[in-house]
């Protein structure tokens, strides 16, 4: 079997035997959807399949004589709800050209079992889908763990996310958890951003914003983390809940989206509603008042991410995929 993957850096091509790695800079020339992007940088060579993670890269090829595969990341009426402008019509653009693409698919990657859930009320045939979740990383897996009395919550800093809501739940509890200290990942809209620092000003909260960090950092952090928060109102298959299970970390998660399908609650996490901040609250005081709990949900946590997120199971699984088709 052999495999080229293209990429947008900027890098070089590169080549590893069987699997060759070739690099094309984005045209100036891009139509409002991509399309043309994609279409200018079609491969001549001649491909059995082509499996895309993005949609307009999928497009020019819905015709062609291959096998196709795409594989989606996020539902984007769902995301619609906590966009505006632009950004409400880029969403609706996308599910117009994947109603258009998915009756051309030969199969449907669903990173989750949510993404099933919500395609077939609308009225999607499901029959070509099959789940296959996003892999970690080892380096998360082999993370040495060192406590050091953090919560920690890596997202993009969006209202989707939540930030405030958890905020919010942490000012109940702020003379309770004096030990801990909040650290808040991520860039995102400037404006929120500033509602958040406000609150916390007047909450007197002890947050520290670090913004965009680097993958090094981001180890380090997860490496000293006693629990991860994400209350989105919306998430998929959240890569900061995947990689906390991997590292051996409790997560305190919304009850939304594809987050059930990945935490056990009681077991490897909580799971809380996110508008109820009491929950999330009381979550917190359970796993900041008990270090045993947070070691054994961790260890469950990382059992369960071993069997399911390891990259070698994943690949072995798109290999599988790909002969099955072929």
């Known amino acids: 079997m052999e495999i080229t993957f293209l990429s947008l850096n900027d890098s070089e091509s590169r080549d590893f035997g069987n699997i060759k790695v070739v690099s094309s800079k984005r045209h100036p020339l891009v139509t409002l959807t991509g399309e043309l992007q994609a ?10 399949i082509v499996h895309s993670h993005d949609l307009y890269e999928i497009f020019p090829w819905i015709f062609a004589e291959v ?12 995301e619609r709800k906590y966009t505006s402008g632009f950004g409400k019509v880029w969403t609706r653009l996308y599910e117009e050209r994947l109603r258009i693409c998915y009756p051309k698919l030969d199969k449907f990657i669903a990173i989750s079992q949510y993404i099933i859930d919500e395609l077939k009320p609308k009225g999607f045939d499901t029959s070509k889908a099959v789940i296959i979740e996003n892999p970690i990383s080892d380096d998360f897996f082999n993370i040495k763990r060192n406590e050091e009395n953090l919560i920690l919550y890596p997202a993009t800093i969006i209202p989707r996310k939540n930030q405030l809501g958890f905020l919010r739940a942490l000012s109940l509890i702020k003379d309770k958890i004096k030990d801990f200290k909040i650290i808040f990942t991520g860039e995102g809209s400037a404006e929120y951003i500033r509602i958040l620092k406000k609150y916390i000003e007047k909450e007197k909260l002890n947050v520290i914003f670090l913004g965009r960090i680097s993958y090094r950092k981001l180890l380090e952090l997860y490496s000293k983390a006693s629990i991860v928060g994400l209350t989105s109102f919306q998430e998929t298959l959240p890569m900061a809940v995947l990689e906390s299970l ?6 305190i998660a919304s009850i939304t989206g594809g987050i059930p399908y990945m935490i056990h609650d ?32 961790g260890k469950k946590g990382k059992k369960e991410a071993e069997r399911r997120f390891r990259a070698e199971i994943i690949a072995r699984k798109l290999v599988e995929l790909y002969l099955d088709i072929n």
């Open 67 to 78: 096998k196709k595969i795409y594989t989606l990341h996020g539902i984007v009426w769902e």
């Open 39 to 48: 279409l200018l940088k079609k491969p001549k060579e001649q491909f059995d």
């Open 266 to 297: 009681y077991n490897t996490g909580f799971l809380v509603n996110p508008t109820n901040y009491r929950e999330i609250a009381e979550k917190l005081l359970i796993l900041t008042s008990d270090k045993k709990l947070r070691e054994k949900m």
């Open 246 to 251: 991997a590292v051996g970390i409790p997560v």
